[in-house]
């Protein structure tokens, strides 16, 4: 049977989405993995601030795989704070089919020392639309013999794309060694009506938009 979830209202249907209205469920939803695959919104703007009570750094994504649906409703995360390794974002790494829309990142900081690092989302094969990031993003990964087609995959929104990210836009600063990129690190998916302004940094494949693209 379904467990009984008496922290969130809703049944997490497409009807009935779960609705997160604090940071401290919010939190719990981190932990709660077998929920990932189930729909959400938010019904409140939520600060994930390390210096209040309760709240933490995290060393992973506060989501490391969602397959689900998070409608933002309009509504931001704000002061995520990550250090960790990879996949890394909001969301580490979003699966086919699944999808974020309506969601704003804002002051948030993503740092890792390995590859696929996003604002939004680390590694992203499903939808993002009308959703945005001001987040600081980086990657110390080193580049490797191979070249840099094995390392990096920073971007503003999306680390990668072999989604589609559509009505989106990153304001933040990006930091990587390769495939670099103001919105997406690199993109095989598609990408439409979107944009990018921040500071992009990196040593191969870098760009305004996209570091690295074989897509749309």
Same mark, same amino acid.
């Given at each position: 049977?379904?467990?009984? /979830?008496?922290?969130?209202?809703? #049944?997490?249907?497409?009807?009935?989405?779960?609705?997160? *209205?604090?940071?401290?469920?919010?939190? @719990?939803?981190?932990?709660?993995?077998?929920?990932?695959? #189930?729909?959400?919104?938010?019904?409140?703007?939520?600060?994930?601030?390390?210096?209040?009570?309760?709240?933490?750094?995290?060393?992973?994504?506060?989501?490391?795989? @969602?397959?689900?649906? @998070?409608?933002?409703?309009?509504?931001?995360? %704000?002061? =995520?704070?990550?250090?960790?390794?990879?996949? =890394?974002?909001?969301?580490?790494?979003?699966?086919?089919?699944?999808?974020?829309? *309506?969601?704003?990142?804002?002051?948030?900081?993503?740092? $890792?020392? $390995?590859?696929?690092?996003?604002? =939004?989302? !680390?590694?992203?094969?499903?939808?993002?639309? +009308?959703?945005?990031? +001001?987040?600081?993003?980086?990657?110390?990964?080193?580049?490797?013999?191979?070249?840099?087609?094995?390392? $990096?995959?920073?971007?503003?929104?999306?680390?990668?794309?072999?989604?589609?990210?559509?009505?989106?836009? &990153? %304001? !933040?600063?990006?930091?990587?060694?390769?495939?670099?990129?103001? %919105?997406?690190?690199? &993109?095989? !998916?598609? /990408?439409?009506?979107?944009?990018?302004?921040? &500071?992009?940094?990196?040593?191969?494949?870098? !760009?305004?938009?996209?570091?690295?693209?074989?897509?749309?």
């Amino acid at each position: 049977p379904e467990p009984i /979830i008496d922290w969130l209202d809703g #049944k997490g249907t497409d009807q009935e989405p779960y609705r997160i *209205d604090s940071a401290d469920q919010l939190i @719990f939803l981190s932990r709660a993995g077998g929920l990932w695959n #189930k729909h959400f919104i938010l019904g409140a703007d939520i600060d994930l601030d390390r210096n209040l009570r309760g709240r933490q750094v995290f060393s992973q994504a506060v989501i490391q795989v @969602f397959s689900g649906v @998070f409608d933002g409703n309009g509504h931001v995360i %704000l002061n =995520l704070h990550v250090e960790g390794g990879s996949y =890394l974002g909001f969301v580490g790494k979003l699966s086919a089919y699944a999808s974020i829309k *309506d969601l704003g990142i804002a002051n948030i900081s993503i740092n $890792g020392t $390995g590859s696929y690092i996003g604002g =939004l989302v !680390g590694d992203n094969y499903g939808d993002i639309s +009308t959703s945005y990031s +001001t987040a600081s993003v980086s990657s110390l990964a080193k580049l490797s013999a191979e070249g840099a087609s094995l390392v $990096g995959h920073v971007g503003g929104l999306a680390g990668s794309n072999a989604g589609s990210i559509a009505t989106s836009y &990153s %304001l !933040g600063e990006v930091n990587g060694p390769a495939n670099v990129g103001g %919105l997406a690190g690199s &993109s095989g !998916g598609s /990408i439409a009506n979107s944009y990018s302004t921040g &500071s992009v940094n990196g040593y191969e494949n870098i !760009g305004g938009l996209a570091g690295i693209s074989h897509g749309s």
